[in-house]
């Protein structure tokens, strides 16, 4: 499984802003999928996990009520709709995956992992 995540960018406070995340390499049959963000100096932390059927999503509190994680089955594809975002969202954002029913909030919960994409949340 690979994973190519895109959409980061400099946005300001209360703006919103859409992740993606391609996934190739057999996709189909159990996989679940997952965003992380890792702020500098910080460790990496979970932000929303869901399973690749998109019935069983799941969120840091820090993020529930303004970040969706979505999937596009027929595009192979995962979102993550931010909005409201704040200041304390800036971070370098992963996706990841995981051959598991359903993904945990750790990063050792997950076999699979994306490249980084930015985003920047300042006035």
């Known amino acids: 499984v690979q994973l190519q995540a895109s959409g980061g960018g400099l946005v300001q406070p209360g703006d919103s802003l859409r992740l993606s995340c391609k996934v190739s390499?057999?996709?189909?049959?159990?996989?679940?999928v997952a965003w992380f963000r890792q702020a500098p100096g910080k460790e990496r932390e979970f932000v929303a996990a869901?399973?690749?059927?998109?019935?069983?999503?799941t969120y840091a509190e820090s993020v529930k009520g303004r970040f969706t994680i979505s999937i596009d089955n027929a595009k192979n594809t995962v979102y993550l709709q931010m909005n409201s975002l704040r200041p304390e969202d800036t971070a370098v954002y992963y996706c990841?995956?995981?051959?598991?029913?359903?993904?945990?909030?750790?990063?050792?919960?997950?076999?699979?992992w994306g490249q980084g994409t930015q985003v920047t949340v300042s006035s």
């Open positions: 869901n399973r690749f059927s998109g019935n069983y999503a």
């Open positions: 390499g057999r996709p189909s049959g159990r996989l679940a």
């Open positions: 990841a995956a995981t051959r598991q029913i359903i993904g945990g909030p750790y990063p050792v919960d997950y076999d699979y």
